[in-house]
């Protein structure tokens, strides 16, 4: 050290030492060191707490897009690409990170009862830098998981007591209405019976993903049995009329200025009435209750269509131009499964 400066530093020494206030403040410095850590290791884990609850939500929302589009063996792959497509998204717009990987994986149906699952789990881990606790440890790890399950219901079709005094050819359909509420297109249509032809000896079993509603649409065509002309509401001889049972009324499409409902008549199978019958005679003011099925709100109980086609010269409104019923199933007894019924749920 320079020999001037030697004196300088020993007196600043000495006024330091002398000064009650420096000691203070050493001691306050020393003091604050502790609560200054603390502070800083709150902030970064509540950094990491937040990016935690963002990657779940992520995941969660991921592992439901891709269980929405798994619904048969054959969509696994759509399944795992749907929900692949939304991780790569959401990561994206996540706070800052060190990186984050995941899989997505369609899980191996299971069936309980009428009910068939389908699940599509999503496992995904992050590494978040830190700020304070950097020079103990770069980031910290946090992993989460999620997994969708979407429950393919199973309703069963029944002719039963079915009859037909039509001079209509009459064909009944059913589709998975539309999300819009549109009609469906032509290929979401499937037959379920016709009355041209030798009543079946049993019907195929309707399958529809949670929360789906399945309409019914009867096609008639005028004199397509035996030819009297053009019917009442003039529909000449062989034209195709279209009525669907979630409009209101039914025959909206084919008989616009038609205002009631002169074509569909429901009735929901109870204890006291385990067969429900057709009140012929005339219309009603309003689409009966019923007119699309949704197992999640009717779960366990057996629904009757009555038609009446709306044919002939005079409308009879006998309601017995095409009659069956749906059956949906109980919910199962898994609890879980039971609340699934009606939407894509998670179950982690």
């Known amino acids: 050290m320079p020999a001037f400066i030697a004196p300088i530093v020993a007196q600043r020494a000495r006024k330091f030492a002398a000064d009650r206030h420096a000691g203070v403040a050493l001691l306050t410095g020393l003091a604050m060191a502790p609560l200054l850590l603390t502070a800083g290791i709150a902030i970064d884990l509540s950094r990491v707490t937040q990016f935690h609850i963002a990657l779940q939500q992520a995941s969660d929302s991921a592992a439901l897009a891709g269980a929405a589009v798994y619904n048969s063996t054959g969509s696994k792959t759509a ?3 749907a929900a692949q497509n939304y991780m790569t998204q959401a990561i ?67 002719l039963g007591n079915w009859k037909s005094s039509a001079w209509d050819a009459n064909t ?26 030798p009543e079946p000896t049993s ?19 005028t004199g397509g049995i035996h030819g009297y002309g053009s019917n009442q509401y003039g529909s000449p001889e062989g034209h195709t009329n279209w009525l669907y049972s979630q409009l209101s009324p039914p025959s909206k499409q084919a008989y616009p200025t038609v205002a009631k409902n002169c074509a569909l008549q429901i009735g929901i199978a109870t204890t006291s009435k385990p067969t429900p019958t057709q009140s012929p005679g005339s219309c009603s003011n309003a689409t009966p209750s019923g007119a699309t099925v949704n197992c999640a709100q009717t779960p366990g109980q057996m629904i009757y269509f009555f038609w009446n086609d709306m044919g002939g010269g005079k409308d009879d409104y006998d309601y017995n131009d095409a009659q069956y019923s749906i059956s949906c199933p109980s919910a199962p007894a898994n609890s879980t499964l039971a609340a699934a019924t009606g939407t894509v749920v998670l179950t982690q």
Do not use: R
Not at 92 to 108: C, E, I, M
Not at 128 to 146: C, D, K, R, Y
Not at 203 to 221: C, D, E, H, R, Y
């Open 79 to 81: 399944a795992q690409t």
């Open 92 to 158: 994206a717009s996540l706070p800052k990170n060190d990186g984050v990987t995941y899989t997505a994986t369609p899980g191996t149906p299971t069936t309980i009862g009428a009910i068939t699952n389908y699940t599509v789990a999503i496992a995904a881990k992050a590494a978040v830098p830190t700020t304070v606790l950097s020079f103990v440890i770069p980031s910290i790890s946090t992993n989460v998981g999620a997994t969708g399950l979407n429950p393919v219901i199973t309703l069963t079709a029944s």
């Open 172 to 197: 009944i359909y059913w589709y998975v209405v539309p999300s819009n509420g549109g009609l469906p297109a032509a290929s979401a249509m499937h037959s379920l019976f016709t009355n041209t032809g």
């Open 203 to 221: 019907l195929p079993g309707i399958q529809i993903t949670a929360g789906q509603s399945i309409g019914f649409a009867l096609k008639n065509v």
